[in-house]
């Protein structure tokens, strides 16, 4: 995926594998509300884990992950507490809305989803997984369509031509 990601050194970890963080932008177009995919980014465990604090409370991480952010930005505890405060009222506020999916930033590279699933079907798949506590173990599993996993392929040469 080449230029499609910015390799994003938060914590200073540079060894093994780093986990792909999304940036949106969210717009209002002509009435219509949009969750535009804008990067992708290269993070740590740690440091990805602490992006989505909200799914790190759920899963009991969410005191490692407040440490961490602390740590890396030379933060308070009360600082740190500010920051998670203003984004999961950030997050509060967006979720009361369906928002459009526009992920033209993978298809423009050549990357093409085999299907991008309605709002409203994003919405359920997302109260599943936060109502099932099997799933919520596990840091990093996640389904993005019951019984049908969502997979990028690259066009073939002959597509392109």
């Known amino acids: 995926m080449g230029n499609l990601f910015r390799k994003k050194k938060l914590c200073g970890y540079n060894r093994g594998q780093l986990d792909v963080h999304e940036r949106w932008q969210y717009l209002e177009i002509n ?64 979720s009361d809305h369906l928002w459009a999916l526009d992920i033209s930033l993978l298809v423009n590279a050549g990357y093409h989803p085999n299907q991008t699933p309605h ?26 369509f019951p019984n049908e996993p969502i997979t990028l392929k690259q066009p073939d040469s002959k597509d392109i031509l």
Not at 32 to 49: D, G, P
Not at 74 to 94: C, D, K, L, P, Y
């Open 119 to 144: 709002a409203e079907i994003r919405e359920a798949i997302a109260q599943t997984h936060l109502d099932d506590p099997m799933l919520n173990t596990k840091p990093g599993f996640y389904i993005p």
């Open 31 to 94: 009435g219509e509300l949009i969750q535009k995919l804008i990067r992708l980014i290269a993070l740590c465990k740690n440091c990805h884990n602490a992006t989505h604090m909200g799914l790190a409370e759920i899963r009991g991480q969410g005191p490692a992950m407040r440490a961490h952010i602390a740590k890396i930005n030379n933060w308070s505890e009360e600082r740190v507490t500010e920051h998670v405060q203003a984004a999961a009222a950030r997050w509060e506020a967006r």
